[in-house]
T-cell receptor
Framework: GQQLNQSPQSMFIQEGEDVSMNCTSS?????WLWYKQDPGEGPVLLIA?????ELTSNGRLTAQFGITRKDSFLNISASIPSDVGIYFC???????????FGKGITLSVRP | DADVTQTPRNRITKTGKRIMLECSQT?????MYWYRQDPGLGLRLIYY???????NKGEISDGYSVSRQAQAKFSLSLESAIPNQTALYFC???????????FGQGTRLTVV
């Protein structure tokens, strides 16, 4: 089945820094989603992308749907302590396909 | 109130016991999912249902069963719990017209 690759497993940054994460697939997806999971909570949708090349922002977060349709990027600018959590990418190859998740990246922000 | 509600939030059970985790949603979505989360392994799909009476196995369905009693309810059962089923379990919903999945707050299950 499809697999989504997210690496590294953990990232450590200083408060105020920008951070970029990417997600790659061996097959084409027509939808990319980015989720954040706070400790003890369920994942919450941050950004949804539906078209190759699409660039979408949500506050300090910006995500892009790669032109090849096999990757997506999430950028967080001017990080703050509450950005701590696990960031998952997810993708779907077609409308009736199930959503596939990456393994997530755990982000730590040092004050 | 949460749109996707899971009960219980925490459960400790003994090896060999049958246990049911419940999920209900008020979003009006037709599709529902059960995922399992283990550290470093991300979210793995156990079972999913695109409508009442539709049940599909995910990537790790062995040892689990589900029931879609109504459009708003999707329960997950462990017929005979074993310690390696200790994990965080999430229910999620989506609508066939969109792609976004919405998650419950999770059930932390410990099998001793």
């Amino acid at each position: 089945g499809q697999q989504l690759n997210q690496s590294p497993q953990s990232m450590f940054i200083q408060e105020g820094e920008d951070v970029s994460m990417n997600c790659t697939s061996s097959s084409i997806f027509n939808t990319w989603l980015w989720y954040k999971q706070d400790p003890g909570e369920g994942p919450v949708l941050l950004i949804a992308l539906y078209k190759a090349g699409e660039l979408t922002s949500n506050g300090r977060l910006t995500a892009q749907f790669g032109i090849t349709r096999k990757d997506s990027f999430l950028n967080i600018s001017a990080s703050i302590p509450s950005d701590v959590g696990i960031y998952f990418c997810a993708g779907r190859p077609g409308a009736n396909s199930k959503l596939t998740f990456g393994k997530g990246i755990t982000l730590s922000v040092r004050p | 109130d949460a749109d996707v509600t899971q009960t219980p939030r925490n459960r400790i059970t003994k090896t060999g016991k049958r246990i049911m985790l419940e999920c209900s949603q008020t979003k009006g979505h037709d599709r529902m999912y059960w995922y399992r989360q283990d550290p470093g392994l991300g979210l793995r799909l156990i079972y999913y249902s695109f409508d009442v009476k539709d049940i599909n196995k995910g990537e790790i369905s062995d040892g689990y069963s589900v029931s879609r009693q109504a459009q708003a309810k999707f329960s997950l059962s462990l017929e005979s719990a074993i310690p390696n089923q200790t994990a965080l379990y999430f229910c999620a919903t989506s609508d066939h017209r969109t792609t976004e999945a919405f998650f419950g707050q999770g059930t932390r299950l410990t099998v001793v």
